[in-house]
């Protein structure tokens, strides 16, 4: 049996490695010293974030970068901590833990675990499908949320300034309330560091800014004596590998009662990794499987949880490095954890000079390109423009749903946005399902087509044509009755359904045409159906209490000239 590459490397552990050749290995070498210059400043940054100490980032990222090679089906996708989960780890942990700084690190370990759990399980039974039924503005207001309130809880480091509790907005009227108390040292080491991430990523992008801020910062701490001057820096990271196995001082229940939680986190990690690795697998012309990418991420958790990690997930802008430095397989990611391991090892006494400020200035550089305006103003732009009655509702539901789940995440948090954003998501998809686009047809040549779409063709004053470019069920049955009914004036006498666009009718939507018939009936016009694909006819004859059909026609035509003969 002929198989692809991609179903052939769907059977193996380390699948992007099957035939692999030698031209390959000096373009994953660079890109692999390349991703570390970025991931070791982001990983402590990122473990920040999640309220653990910085050098867990790198715990973290050892196994998980190991063990996706190992399960994962992108050559391209770099997984370790990212702003978004670390963000949701610290929204769920931080209730369960309160000010125990031990019991908080080993639940956010727990939390790495569940979500590995999950993510197996949910691979093994093929659900990847699942991360469909987000869609794409409604993810995009989540992030948007997500990364304004990671920003705004960094600003308070930036400005050396008391960090208010609360949502966005009480977050922000702190730092507002407390600019009196800025320190102008820590200040400007905070927007000198961030003025050379964002300056070098937008002139200079081949070098990793990232880690120059890093290195500028820890020398300016060495050299001016900083840290006595109150910039707050980094402090004390332990050096050497972290231990494996389950974290301590944990029992049976905090894993139970994670594994909701996990659910959120796995959800919005595959889903920010799953678009990496489709966007760089479209790219260099392979495919990915939604399936393996959840087993990926859940192996990348579960190892990271046992190594005393935090939660982790692909990262888009590390892919996008990767990508950029020219990575051909996974092996780039495995060099990335090699170096890693040199940094545990050997370098974190350089970065125990890095000032607070800088690590601030990091996570706001790596987050602040998620806060996508052009987006929300796009999607704001289909909500304000004039549309037509038909497709108005449908459009600009998409903007609904990005400004609720942002305004959840802004008001409420993570987590409960989240929730929205996922009930957002299905209300969603059930308003679509429900609202379907009802055309007016008018003929062009031997076609029928949207009269909308084209105002120049002419249509028949005593004839209506309509299409239905959905299947006919319950959700939609009485919507489409109410638009067709609409489209009728006094001047029609016959309405013919082109049914081609409509794959399937269930009998609610049978007994609504029947009702149709007889409603317009007594308006004297005639309900005809047109192009059915063979479930209609039977459909609606037993759906008929009289037992007299809608008239079916092989053709609109067909239905047209019976009228013009009966005429």
């Given amino acids: 049996m002929n198989t692809t590459r991609n179903e052939r490397e769907s059977w193996f552990l380390f699948g992007s490695l099957q035939d692999y050749r030698a031209k390959w290995i000096r373009p994953d070498v660079i890109a692999g010293l390349t991703v570390w210059a970025v991931l070791v400043p982001e990983a402590l940054a990122y473990a920040t974030i999640a309220g653990v100490p910085p050098v867990v980032g790198l715990y973290a990222a050892i196994p998980s970068l190991i063990l996706y090679a190992a399960v994962g089906s992108s050559r391209h996708l770099v997984v370790g901590p990212m702003s978004a989960t670390a963000a949701l780890s610290a929204a769920i942990i931080a209730p369960l833990a309160g000010a125990d700084g031990g019991r908080y690190v080993a639940l956010s370990a727990v939390l790495a675990i569940a979500t590995g759990i999950v993510g197996l399980l949910a691979g093994l039974i093929r659900l990847g499908f699942i991360a469909s039924f ?7 207001g989540f992030i948007v949320g997500l990364a304004l309130t990671i920003i705004i809880g960094q600003v308070p480091k930036l400005f050396g300034v008391h960090k208010s509790e609360g949502n966005f907005f009480e977050q922000a009227w702190g730092v507002v309330t407390h600019l009196g108390d800025t320190d102008w040292r820590t200040l400007v080491v905070g927007l000198l560091s961030l003025a050379v991430v964002l300056g070098l990523k937008r002139w200079v992008p081949l070098i990793p800014g990232s880690l120059l801020a890093v290195l500028l910062g820890i020398a300016a701490v060495s050299v001016f004596g900083l840290d006595d001057k109150g910039v707050e820096i980094v402090g004390h990271i332990d050096s050497g590998l972290p231990s494996v196995g389950l974290p301590g001082g944990v029992g049976f229940d905090d894993y139970v009662g994670l594994l909701g939680p996990a659910v959120g986190v796995l959800l919005i990690g595959f889903a920010e990794g799953l678009g990496a690795a489709k966007t760089y697998a479209v790219k260099a012309g392979y495919e990915v499987d939604a399936n393996r990418e959840l087993m990926g991420m859940g192996a990348a958790n579960l190892g990271a949880g046992f190594m005393s990690g935090m939660v982790v997930n692909g990262s888009l802008s590390k892919t996008a490095v990767n990508g950029g430095a020219g990575a051909k397989t996974q092996v780039s990611g495995l060099v990335v954890a090699a170096l890693t391991v040199v940094t545990l090892l050997f370098l974190t006494g350089l970065f125990e000079n890095l000032p607070e400020a800088t690590l601030a200035a990091v996570v706001i550089a790596a987050v602040v390109e998620l806060v996508d305006v052009s987006s929300m103003k796009r999607l704001y732009g289909v909500w304000t423009q004039r549309l037509g009655s038909i497709y108005g509702p449908a459009a600009r539901a998409d903007f609904a749903g990005a400004f609720a789940a942002m305004m959840g995440v802004l008001l409420f948090d993570t987590l409960p946005g989240l929730v929205i954003g996922i009930g957002v998501s299905m209300l969603l998809l059930l308003y679509r399902a429900s609202r379907p686009h009802v055309a007016a047809l008018a003929k062009e040549g031997s ?41 009728c004036t006094d001047a029609t006498r016959v309405v013919v359904l082109d049914a081609e666009t409509s794959p399937f009718v269930d009998v609610s939507a049978a007994q609504m045409l029947v ?44 239905a047209l000239a019976e009228r013009d003969s009966d005429a």
Avoid: M
């Avoid at 987000?134 to 995009?140: D, H």
């Avoid at 084209?454 to 939609?476: I, K, Q, Y």
């Fill in 134 to 140: 987000i869609s794409e503005p409604v993810l995009k």
């Fill in 515 to 558: 009702q149709l018939r007889d409603v317009l009936g007594r308006r004297g016009i005639e309900l005809r159906i047109a192009r059915d694909i063979g479930q209609f006819r039977d459909t609606l004859t037993k759906a008929s209490s009289d037992g007299r059909a809608v008239g079916v026609y092989p053709t609109v035509g067909e």
């Fill in 447 to 487: 076609l029928w087509v949207d009269a909308e779409r084209h105002p120049d063709l002419s249509t028949r004053p005593d004839v209506v044509v309509v299409r239905v470019e959905a299947g006919l069920f319950f959700a939609n049955a009485d919507h489409v009755k109410e638009c067709i009914e609409h489209l």
